[in-house]
């Protein structure tokens, strides 16, 4: 494999917050998306947790930023697609990016953690039968390139418009900037396949080895293997977490969230 070449740097922070003032901790995470921008950072990501003290709604939250910056991107590793409708999540990341003017970098994983706590209060049903995984992901994705809905001749009337139905704000350029956080050669793979970039982190399944370099290497090997001739059309980022553990001290201002250094590479 060719030594790919760091095309960006950006941050990840979970957004933490006190359990008894989270206005604070979410107000310093946005000023750190300011500060991460006057700084010369390229992107500015947060994480989506559930039942954490930290954002639980990406959407909302980088709308806020997107009003609070200017050239940053914005993303956010990872949105885990179980407890999400894949419809719903695609008008509000639709309109985040809108707001934002094109600024979202999306990144999805699968599964639903917390599941056996949460699923009855997120669907109607027995949940354990639908598809969190790789599907759900594929069907916001398809929501995003806006087909439109119904057949040639269906439309809805809305006041002063008569319009063929389908997810707005469109917003074609969104559909590229979708990455999935992919731990193994088989997620690697599904993720070139449907044109998605690809996020990796330091916790990747160590397929017929046990060093983590070399497991690392392999999964952006197999994920340029499989994207062939559609390389360019993609991008990978990895995460590294750094801790300074001698007298560095922190930037002025209010920066209190962990941060993740993100380099995006050309795959």
Known sequence: MSTPTITSLAFLTP??????????????????FEYGERLGYDGAWIRQRHLEHG??????????AGQRTERVELGTAVIPIGYENPFRLAEDLALAD??????????????MPHAELLGDLVYDGDWRGFDLSYGRI???VDHLRGDYLGGP????????NVQR?????????????????GGSLGSVRWAAENGLSLLSGNIVSGEDTD??????????????????????AARVALGRVIVPFDSAEGPPGPATATTRPVGTRAP
């Open 211 to 232: 060093d983590f370099t070399t497991a690392q290497a392999n999964l952006l090997t197999e994920y340029r293997r499989t994207l062939g001739d559609a390389r360019r």
């Open 153 to 160: 001749d269906t439309v809805i009337h809305s006041p002063g």
């Open 98 to 111: 809108v707001l934002s003017r094109g600024r979202l970098q999306v990144g999805f994983s699968t599964g």
């Open 138 to 140: 594929a069907r916001l």
């Open 15 to 32: 957004g933490n917050f006190a359990d008894n003032d989270p206005y604070t901790g979410l107000e310093e995470t946005l000023q750190l």
């Open 55 to 64: 954002v639980g709604s990406a959407a909302v939250f980088l709308a806020a």
């Open 165 to 181: 139905p389908r997810l707005q704000p469109h917003n074609p350029g969104l559909v590229q900037r979708i990455w999935y956080g």
